[in-house]
């Protein structure tokens, strides 16, 4: 098993409600657990700061789904 670390800023569009935030974060918790995913997301309501830690095939399947 490759361990690997992802952490990418990524700059917010527009301004986001707190329940689009909690949305997010119900579902990145729920969804990484399943994954074995550690890791934390920061939202200062200009940006995210994300990092993601877990087998290397896991974190690029959430990778894409955040890119998506
Ligand atoms: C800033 C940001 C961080 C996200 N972080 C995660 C994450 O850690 N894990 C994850 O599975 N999805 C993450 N997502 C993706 C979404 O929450 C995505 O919509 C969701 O995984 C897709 O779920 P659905 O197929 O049920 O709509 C993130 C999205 C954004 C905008």
Same mark, same amino acid.
């Given at each position: #098993? +490759?361990? @690997?670390?992802?952490?990418?800023?990524?700059?917010?569009? =527009? *301004?986001?409600?707190?329940? $689009?935030?909690?949305?997010? /974060?119900?579902?990145?918790?729920?969804?990484? +657990?399943? /994954?074995?995913? $550690? =890791?934390?997301?920061?939202?200062?309501? %200009?940006?995210? /700061?994300?990092?993601?830690?877990?087998? #290397?095939? %896991?974190?690029?399947? @959430?990778?894409? *789904?955040?890119?998506?």
């Amino acid at each position: #098993m +490759r361990l @690997v670390q992802l952490a990418y800023a990524s700059a917010c569009v =527009g *301004r986001l409600q707190l329940d $689009t935030i909690k949305s997010i /974060l119900r579902k990145a918790v729920e969804k990484n +657990r399943k /994954l074995g995913i $550690t =890791g934390f997301l920061c939202f200062d309501h %200009a940006s995210f /700061l994300q990092i993601l830690e877990g087998e #290397m095939r %896991a974190v690029n399947r @959430v990778c894409n *789904r955040i890119v998506n």
